[in-house]
């Protein structure tokens, strides 16, 4: 899960969980997992059947595909290829509820920009607020930070529950 979600801009995803005669139907996201209750697919495949059509007639937001993510232009995917042909970031392991950092091209600006990917339980406070604080109390180090916020996601469903 862990990987999939490192690997690829996801929101959310779906599994299902086959143990012996019973099924479990999961959906993840970096807050949490939902987990059905078991189900006997011998005795009741209907229900695995049924989750699998509505499956397919999802959107891919509602599948967990990030909405908020675009494939590069080629443009962008030159300047990405010529700025970044020697540049190796220390970036440390794929870790699921903490955060990931992701290199972007920035086409406007024609700026090679990294986006900090962080994932927080949403009564913590921002990462972006905190740094810009810490910019302006002088502290050394800090990176630049050209824009900050949260993506509001209505498919965060491991919160409500």
């Known amino acids: 899960m862990t990987e999939m979600c490192v690997r690829q801009h996801r929101t959310h995803i ?40 509505r499956f397919s007639q999802l959107s891919n937001a509602q599948r967990g595909l990030d909405p908020t993510v675009s494939i590069a232009t080629e443009e962008e995917a030159i300047i990405a290829r010529r700025e970044l042909a020697n540049y190796k970031p220390s970036i440390p392991g794929p870790s699921l ?27 913590l406070v921002k990462e972006a607020d905190v740094l810009k604080s810490l910019a302006e109390g002088k502290v050394p180090n800090i990176p630049i930070i050209i824009a900050g916020g949260d993506l509001y996601d209505p498919e965060n469903a491991s919160t409500t529950f």
């Open 14 to 53: 779906f599994m299902v969980f086959l143990r012996d005669l019973d099924v479990r139907i999961l959906r993840a996201d970096r807050a949490g997992v939902i987990v059905s209750e078991a189900i006997n697919y011998r005795t009741n495949s209907k229900a695995l059947a049924e989750f699998f059509l």
């Open 97 to 123: 509820p903490l955060r990931c950092l992701r290199m972007q091209v920035k086409s406007a600006a024609k700026k090679i920009c990294f986006l900090k990917d962080a994932w927080r339980a949403e009564h």
